[in-house]
């Protein structure tokens, strides 16, 4: 693997793909670290020291490498596009013409990516006003001494302005891994994603050594090189269907006959359905949150209301086993629902009919198209089951330790899926142009 990396980095042209990429990543992070114009930096720092994280934000500013509650120029992250992304796919499966863009090809394509920045700026102003709103009423920071001093001046151009600067910080990230895409080593925005969570885990692992000790802290460590190494294992684990292409007479000369396999992978759908578990699982919170409703007793006293109670105790504590089981549900759930929608068996049929391929001892057409829904649901079950494992690592940990809702394992969960994903995916993109240079790839 070491000569690989040596061979990447004397062939010219990939050597500046790399140092592209690099130079791109050290200007997110830059980027990351700037306050937006009219935010106290200072004020900034002693409310996170005094409040904390709250759950409601976690994901986010996991995905925004801790730019989030410090209000900087890419505050917002990458969420915005992958919100936006997200939101376009399954468009493709309601709207019609959305459906015939997508199988026109590249031309097609290019209209749903233009369409999918259009949707990440309207996104990221709604977001942007969202948050500064909620840090204006102290609602991000709960507890805070110095809330007023955030933000200073609040007056309608300083907070026209800062909305401003964290869309245009939003449109700069999602500008910056389209040219990691095309001029860089590929994967441009899950790269962005990958540095925002690498990111983090400095910070996790040292807060857990001056905390808990280095006995922890090593046991820690050991379970995150087993649970990466499980991660890495499913991830590329496939049930690859032989296919056979019969032999076609085209004037003078035959083509067909070659044997090949259809993969499918355990984990179809990827990290998608944790997201939209986790963004779900969210809305509880927001919602005591922007309402929290009380009762006022006889006594002038006032009393948070049961159902409160309720989302509070059992829903929203992310310890509690209804939150676990439900959140472990609900992946399940969503995998199926996201598979279901981005694999259909039955156009896969139907191109492997107009090519002249078959599935040895299965008719083409339709029942090609049943035993390839067959062959997805029984894989899927696995595949649900795993990011389910792998996604309530956090909240078991949470649970038997008894540590408390605001304690993070940054080993488990959503970050060690992208990271993984991520990281295998760049791996083999390097692979395959070293392949195509006559240099041994990473993986021998």
Request: hydrophobic share 50%; net charge positive; charged share 10%.
């Amino acid at each position: 693997m070491l000569s690989a990396f040596v061979s990447a980095l004397k062939t010219p042209d990939l050597r500046k793909k790399i140092l592209f990429t690099l130079g791109l990543i050290a200007v997110y992070r830059l980027g990351a670290t700037i306050p937006s114009p009219g935010v106290s930096y200072s004020a900034v720092q002693q409310c996170i020291d005094e409040a904390g994280t709250n759950d409601l934000f976690t994901v986010l500013n996991l995905f925004s490498g801790g730019a989030l509650l410090q209000l900087s120029v890419f505050a917002l992250g990458i969420m915005p596009f992958i919100t936006a992304s997200i939101i376009v796919q399954l468009l493709t499966v309601v709207i019609p013409r959305f459906e015939q863009l997508k199988k026109l090809g590249q031309a097609g394509q290019t209209k749903l990516t233009q369409y999918t920045r259009y949707l990440t700026i309207g996104l990221g102003v709604l977001q942007s006003t969202a948050f500064v709103a909620l840090a204006i009423n102290g609602q991000m920071f709960a507890g805070c001494s110095v809330t007023d001093q955030i933000v200073p001046d609040r007056s309608a151009f300083a907070l026209i302005t800062l909305v401003l600067t964290m869309t245009a910080g939003t449109a700069a990230i999602m500008w910056m891994g389209e040219l990691i895409t095309e001029r860089g080593i590929g994967n441009g925005m899950s790269i962005l994603i990958f540095t925002s969570i690498a990111a983090r885990i400095p910070a996790e692992g040292r807060n857990i050594l001056t905390q808990q000790g280095g006995v922890v802290f090593a046991v820690i460590c050991v379970i995150a090189l087993g649970i990466i190494c499980a991660v890495v294992f499913v991830e590329q684990g496939q049930r690859r269907l032989p296919v056979q292409y019969a032999k076609r007479m085209i004037g003078r000369r035959m083509y067909g006959g070659t044997s090949t396999y259809l993969p499918l992978k355990v984990n179809q759908a990827g990290v998608i359905p944790v997201i939209f578990a986790t963004s779900l699982l969210y809305l509880p919170t927001l919602l005591v949150q922007l309402i929290s409703p009380t009762t006022v007793n006889a006594d002038g006293t006032t009393e948070v209301s049961g159902w409160v109670q309720f989302l509070n105790l059992y829903v929203i504590n992310q310890g509690s086993w209804v939150h676990i089981v439900l959140y472990f549900a609900l992946i399940i759930f969503f995998t199926y629902f996201y598979v279901s929608i981005t694999f259909n068996p039955t156009e896969r049929a139907d191109e492997l009919k107009k090519y002249g391929g078959f599935i040895p001892g299965i008719r083409p057409g339709r029942p090609t198209a049943e035993y390839l829904q067959f062959v997805l649901n029984r894989i899927t079950l696995p595949g649900s089951i795993y990011l389910g494992i792998v996604a309530i690592l956090p909240n078991l940990f949470l649970e038997l330790t008894g540590e408390g809702q605001n304690q993070n394992f940054p080993f488990g969960g959503t970050a060690v899926l992208i990271m993984v994903g991520v990281g295998l995916d760049t791996v083999k993109q390097i692979e395959t142009q070293l392949m195509q240079r006559n240099y041994e790839g990473f993986l021998r």
